[in-house]
């Protein structure tokens, strides 16, 4: 387990500031034979997962309740996540369950879970979370009352190998349905939003790997409520875009394999028209999920629009024909909802704790870095080591090349770069690595 180590930065009044140091052992990938496990998340916008949506011509006959669990299914199965996200469903615990009854755990399947429910802000709609309990325990969750919807978060453990060790990984999945509707006054209140978000995380969280998803109603990466995630003042809780494509998504084709709203281009009953032509369901990542840092990492390439091939500007997700996914998805994503869901995958470490491999080695980083960066290193092998020192975003500013004897070391580096988060990488021979962090603030 990843442990926190507080120590007083001596150079700071406290009488004004608690600030402390602080160390955070990230262990990544140290051995060629350690093997990794996929966490697979989807977010996706049920479309009125309930009878009780408010919307006139939203009800049991043009929405139905069993036709959208058979849909969901063809789409569960397919894309098969760990991790379920969802939002518009009814803010009564009897959808959340209907769901996980009828669509979800089915057909063989009885091992997905659900977490609590929470409906604070008094919506008719709310968010939910369904997770694989095999490789998933729920640890804890969390809600931010808003103006319109809860913000849910629930933080769960990975069921390691060494788990009676007390060793394992969290990971937490903030979940949110932001304000929808153009004009400032919409974007001031999606604005508000993420700053409750923000303003939870920095006061009361702590960094590690975590996501925020859902359906922002967001139009432009210029917006306030994406600058406020993706721009944060403290870095440890900024957002990154794992697709990284800011610009106006809305009606740009430029875009076209990011948008995932409407699957239709003629209006339906509660379904709305205008064909795909909106990034509204994005999925965000914490600079620790981004840099891979603490034994979870992004999967490249693997961040995807269900059902989108990049050619369905302003079109169906049926029409032009769509080879992206079976027949039979394609049709229960027209008509489930008129958003698509967004996958990722991350790779997590499989065997944590585990350093009985012969080519590991071991990292001690001494915290406060002040001028100096002192590391202690055991090598369990003669040979070339390379040490990189990154800020937050990823700029280098530092490589250290040493060639080592077995044993034990010390090495020094000067540090002028002042306060602030850095990381620093330490690499063996192809493969053999590991990240540190080291936050001063």
């Known amino acids: 387990m990843a442990r926190l180590f507080n120590t007083p930065c001596n ?54 309740l069993n036709n959208k669990d058979s849909y969901i299914k063809t789409i569960f199965q397919y894309a098969h996540p760990t991790v379920f996200c969802v ?25 997905y879970q659900r ?52 060793d394992t990984i969290f990971m937490t999945f903030w979940i949110a349905h932001l304000k929808a509707g153009t004009g400032t006054t919409n974007e001031n209140a999606r604005y508000v939003q993420a700053q409750k978000l923000m303003t939870r ?44 494509s800011p610009g106006y998504w809305h009606n740009n084709a430029q875009f076209a394999s990011l948008h995932t709203q409407s699957t239709r281009t003629q209006e339906a009953d509660c379904f709305s028209s205008g064909g795909l032509d909106d990034r509204f369901d994005i999925i965000l990542v914490s600079p620790y999920l981004y840099y891979g840092s ?16 990049g050619m369905r500007f302003n079109g169906s997700v049926l029409s032009p024909a769509n080879n992206s996914v079976p027949n039979e998805v394609a049709n229960a994503l027209y008509r489930q909802s008129d958003h698509l869901p967004v996958i990722m995958d991350m790779a997590i470490d499989a065997h944590v704790g585990v350093q009985t491999h012969e080519n590991d080695f071991f990292v001690k980083v001494t915290n406060p870095v002040r001028e100096t960066l002192q590391i202690e290193l055991q090598s369990n092998e003669s040979g070339p080591y390379t040490i990189d020192l990154f800020t937050m975003d990823g700029r280098r500013l530092n490589r250290y090349q040493e060639n080592l004897e077995e044993g034990l070391h010390y090495l020094n580096y000067p540090f002028p770069y002042g306060q602030g988060a850095y990381l620093v990488r330490f690499q063996y021979k192809k493969g053999h690595k590991t990240v540190k962090k080291v936050i001063c603030f």
């Open 115 to 166: 977490g609590p429910l929470t409906n604070q802000s008094g919506g008719t709609i709310a968010n939910m979370i369904y997770y694989d309990s095999r490789k998933l325990t729920l640890y804890k969750s969390a809600n931010i009352t808003t103006s319109y919807r809860d913000i849910n978060g629930y933080t769960f453990y990975y069921n390691a190998d060494n788990l009676y060790t007390g």
């Open 87 to 111: 939002c518009e469903m009814g803010s009564q615990n009897q959808y959340a369950d209907r769901l996980l009854n009828n669509a979800i755990n089915t057909d063989g399947i009885d091992y």
């Open 11 to 64: 150079h700071m009044n406290i009488n004004k500031i608690y600030a402390f140091c602080l160390l955070l052992v990230m262990a990544t990938g140290v051995s060629r034979a350690q093997a990794q496990d996929t966490i697979r998340m989807m977010q996706y916008n049920l479309m009125y997962y309930t009878n009780n949506s408010g919307i006139s011509d939203c009800n049991s006959m043009t929405n139905n």
């Open 294 to 309: 603490d034994r979870m990492h992004i999967i490249e390439g693997s961040y995807q629009t269900l059902g989108q091939d």
């Open 201 to 244: 995380l920095s006061n009361f969280g702590t960094p590690g790997n975590y996501t925020f998803s859902g359906d922002f109603n967001i139009y432009s990466s210029e917006e306030p409520a994406y600058q406020e995630l993706t721009e944060y003042s403290n870095s440890l809780y900024r957002f990154y875009d794992p697709v990284n």
